[in-house]
């Protein structure tokens, strides 16, 4: 009977390591603003400030550290939703670049980095880029569609179209 078992875990092993783990995944928005790469700047380069210029989120609240400080914490409250909390990596003021990742979070993303970047463009525009870079927590082969690779990309998708609309929106007008 012991033989028939170990010679069936032998078998099943194999198939087990075959399963996919999630694979890491892409974001890339970026929009032009007919704006002042400095203006642009000034208005999003704020580590405890992304509620002042994206309508998704409620509240941005320093919990350690300095602002615009590498080791910064901040507690971000989405707009009639839950809380997470992020630590700025990087912070680039000549650059005007930073970068940051989800330390804790109920969203259906994990290993989540994101770096945001303002640059002068051509004819006195600026170009703002924002790329992230995270995985799915559904290890399921089936996730609900929400939790699915496509889910977790359209949801940050969504959170970078909406904040760089809002800054376009706001820095135009």
């Given at each position: 009977m012991m033989r028939k078992i170990a010679i069936a875990a032998l078998f099943?092993?194999?198939?087990?390591a075959l399963a996919e783990a999630p694979k890491t995944?892409?974001?890339?928005?970026?929009i032009e603003v007919k704006a002042a790469?400095?203006?642009?700047?000034?208005?999003?380069k704020d580590f405890d400030s992304l509620n002042k210029w994206h309508p998704g989120f409620a509240k941005d609240e320093l919990v350690k550290g300095k602002n615009n400080m590498r080791g910064a914490v901040r507690q971000l409250t989405i707009k009639d939703g839950p809380s997470f909390t992020?630590?700025?990596?990087a912070f680039?003021?000549?650059?005007?670049?930073?970068?940051?990742?989800?330390?804790e979070s109920p969203l259906p993303i994990t290993d989540y980095k994101s770096t945001f970047v303002v640059k002068a463009g051509k004819?006195?525009?600026?170009?703002?880029?924002?790329?992230?870079?995270?995985?799915?927590?559904?290890?399921?082969?089936?996730p609900p569609e929400a939790e699915s690779d496509a889910g977790v990309t359209k949801l940050i998708e969504g959170v970078y179209d909406g904040g760089l609309a809002n800054v376009k929106k706001?820095?135009?007008?």
């Open positions: 099943t092993l194999p198939a087990l995944l892409t974001v890339t928005k970026t790469p400095a203006k642009v700047w000034a208005a999003t992020e630590e700025l990596l680039n003021e000549k650059a005007h670049s930073y970068t940051y990742r989800i330390v004819g006195g525009m600026t170009t703002v880029t924002w790329t992230g870079s995270f995985k799915r927590k559904n290890v399921s082969d089936t706001t820095l135009e007008n």
